[in-house]
């Protein structure tokens, strides 16, 4: 008699996944994950697996945002940080390192640095920084924006993050900071092993860190020096002072704040240097929506300036997906999900589907202006209690550089031909760094 094999009670089969290798998943998704996702989806669903080194050996992809709450919206004791392969740039103190208390902790902490006061008093600095970039771009000739927002934003890091005023520790920290937030998938992986670390690139990278490490040690024990009290208006300068205020005597320590700082460099530069370039990328090819933004600019209409941001985060997620190591099993959309899995919200495929946002291929930013998107759709910044506690910060950052750059500029693409997106260590990034030709607005010639 043939006996028919019976699984246990408690035990449910993974989801369906790519069936190939390992390490050609690990490299596809590293270098095209905006096409490997949706293709995967449409063969499996919205619940697939793919295995990646960088994460874990298993990793869940959901692509439903019913499925998406029960990760935001789990127990920070079950939902770890997924990116402890970037602990060894970011430090082990980094709010999208740490966990559960510890998280609970830093993030209280560094919060208040980004309230809504907070943002209204770095306005000025980012207006300013912003008008000087366009000042010096060519009128009439073709200009690569994508390596323009790039100067830019390593500039809002260093004078309204780090808050560096010295003209001579700028010099020598612009070229470090920028290196260390190019930092590749590859290089990243490298500094894990001991070994590599003694070898080129990693122990170049290595001295460049120590390097930045001191200097932003510098700049914290000055601001220790003045308590973060004066009329100084940095990310840096609240940290300091609302950890010195803090009345439970746990306020950020030195190597702390290194790590937050570094942690903002990262998860900053690259994504709002990228989100802007794709925003002017539409709006070059959309003379109605580029003739409605240099007015709002001019009206001083923040409302219409922050939907184009919001949509372009949405249309262009620069980061495509958020990932949680899981600390105990967890049950999501009928699967049993084991311990030290990873599990991935793909915010891109939520972003692109048509039951969530009419036509999504198409930019438009009226969909912001009636209120906000149904929960779960619309999460360029994660979501739950680790949400990217700079999100204010990088819309802010992105309407104040749109007002002062349309209120003056119009922009043409210079070719026909849109743009087609790649991934640049783990951003989606305009593969030509979208090219336009910029003049000046009728009443400013």
Known sequence: MTTTPRTAPDVVQPPRGSRLPALAQTFLYGKYRHLLLPRVQRRHGDVFTLKLAQFAD????????????????????TFHAGYAVLAPVMGHSSVLIADEDEHKRLR?????????????????????LARQEISRWPLGRPLTVYPR??????????????G???????????????????IGPLTLLGLTSPTLRRLPPWRQLANRQRRLDELLHAEISERRGTGGHGDRKDVLTQLVRYSAQDSDQQGLSDDELRDQLITLLLAGHETSSASLAWT????????????AAHEAAVAGNEEYLSAIAKETLRLYPVVYEVARKL????????????TGSAVMPAVGLVHADPEHFDRPATFDPARFLDGQPPAHTWLPFGGGARRCVGAGFAIMEMTVVLAELLRTHHIRPEAARPERAYVRN???VPRHGTRVVPTLWPAHS
């Open 108 to 128: 209280r902490l560094v919060m208040p640095a980004f309230s809504g006061a907070a943002l209204t008093g770095y306005q000025q600095v980012v207006a300013e």
């Open 149 to 162: 927002m790039q100067a830019l934003t390593l500039e809002v890091i260093l004078k309204v993050v780090f």
């Open 58 to 77: 298993t990793v869940t992809v959901l692509a439903n945002p019913a499925h998406f709450r029960a990760v935001f919206g789990g127990p920070t004791t």
């Open 327 to 338: 600390a105990a099993p967890v049950e999501i959309a009928g699967y049993r999900l084991p």
């Open 280 to 291: 002017l990328h539409e709006l070059s090819r959309r003379p109605d929506l580029l003739e």
């Open 164 to 182: 560096v005023t010295d003209a001579e520790r700028l010099r020598e920290m612009r070229p470090l900071v920028y290196q260390i937030a190019s």
């Open 426 to 428: 783990v951003t989606l």
